[in-house]
């Protein structure tokens, strides 16, 4: 007697009819704290960028340290842009992920210098570390309180440390 073949077991990945995350907060919500979130991976690219640009052009008395320094800080940025994006996908969103969209959404400004003095780089990349630590500290209370985030805030919080860890770093090494 022949066995009776079976249909094949689904996978429970396939069982699932929507990528809508549901996770207790509002999708008005998670639409505003996606689009500030975008706005910072657009700011972390763009620092990202601009590190990696130093990188490969600083030059004088201190090329070897710093070209390995800013190595060493592109690098953690990119982990950082890479955990910002993920967020976005966590709370059920779409991450950017163009040059042209970077550019419209970031706050930061590139450095367009064909040329540009170690202590100058040093300076813009602390600079920019500091504003986005400003404005990931309005963003805390904000995600927290008004879009019922704690996740997000918490997750932002993580990132003021990285970055003001990364500040300090530029700071000792501008020092004179």
């Known amino acids: 007697m022949a066995k009776a073949k079976s249909k094949p077991a689904t996978p429970k ?3 699932v009819e929507s990528s809508e ?13 996606a689009g500030e979130l975008n706005k ?9 960028t601009k590190t990696r640009k130093f990188h490969w052009n ?9 070209h390995l320094f800013f190595e060493k800080q592109y690098d953690q940025l990119a982990l950082m842009m890479d955990e910002v994006a993920e967020r ?3 709370i059920g969103h779409y991450a950017l992920g163009s040059m042209k969209h ?7 400004l590139e450095n367009e210098d064909k040329e540009t003095s170690a202590p100058t780089m040093l300076q813009e990349l602390l600079d920019d570390h500091e504003t986005i630590i400003r404005r990931l500290r309005s963003d805390v ?12 805030a918490d ?14 770093m530029l700071r000792a090494t501008a020092k004179r």
């Open 40 to 48: 910072l991976l657009a700011d972390e690219f763009l620092l990202y």
């Open 58 to 66: 600083v030059e004088g008395a201190q090329f070897h340290d710093l």
């Open 141 to 152: 209370d904000k995600f927290q309180d008004k879009y019922k985030d704690a996740g997000s």
């Open 88 to 90: 976005i996908r966590k």
């Open 155 to 168: 997750f932002i919080t993580g990132l003021i440390e990285q970055h003001e860890t990364m500040a300090w």
């Open 13 to 15: 990945a396939a069982l």
């Open 102 to 108: 970077y550019l419209q959404e970031a706050s930061l």
């Open 21 to 33: 995350a549901n996770i207790g907060i509002s999708e008005s919500n998670k639409q505003a704290v």
